[in-house]
């Protein structure tokens, strides 16, 4: 489900499994992309990283940066990235704020048991620090593109 609505994205400062802290403030004047997914190694979320990966070339010449987050630690991310071959830097959200902050914590079922999790979400970000887009419960299939046309189209 695709969201037009605009809002400021919330202050962050995150560790990425490059060695960068990535933050809110350092990333002002370009546009971003963060895409949260509920857990490293994981069929979906492999999909998807490596669906973001194999696209970092046209999201830069679009203007625009990606990074996954999820509550996976830095290890898990450095193990996670080597096995997949990802490009894209993944960050870690291990204490759950910015995931909390973007209303992506939720309760999930599987299997009839309910439990918290990250509920698969993407977020563009303009260079005024604007959340211009937001896909909430995503379908990895043709997400990607999705996300590329939007950042095309700022």
């Known amino acids: ?23 809110l403030a350092g990333l002002k004047g370009q546009a971003f992309v963060l895409f949260f ?10 999909t998807e990283a490596k669906g973001f990966s194999a696209d970092m070339s ?4 679009a203007g625009a940066r ?20 990802l490009t ?15 209303d992506v914590w939720k309760e999930k079922k599987m ?3 309910s ?8 977020f563009l970000i303009d260079g005024a620090g604007t959340v211009v887009r937001a896909w909430r419960k995503v379908k990895v299939p043709g997400h ?3 996300v590329l046309a939007a950042v095309k189209a700022l």
Do not use: I, W
């Open 115 to 122: 439990f918290m999790g990250v509920e698969r979400s993407t």
């Open 37 to 46: 997914y509920p857990r490293d190694n994981t069929p979906g979320c492999t």
């Open 58 to 61: 046209a999201f830069e010449a």
């Open 88 to 102: 894209v830097p993944l960050l870690s959200d291990e204490h759950g704020s910015l995931c909390e902050d973007l």
């Open 1 to 23: 489900m695709t969201q037009d609505t605009q809002f400021p994205a919330p202050d962050f400062s995150l560790p990425s499994d490059t060695g960068e802290t990535v933050s």
């Open 66 to 85: 990606v990074f996954g987050v999820s509550k996976d630690s830095l290890e898990s991310h450095g193990k996670f990235r080597a096995k997949q071959d």
């Open 144 to 146: 990607v593109e999705d």
């Open 111 to 113: 299997y009839g048991k």
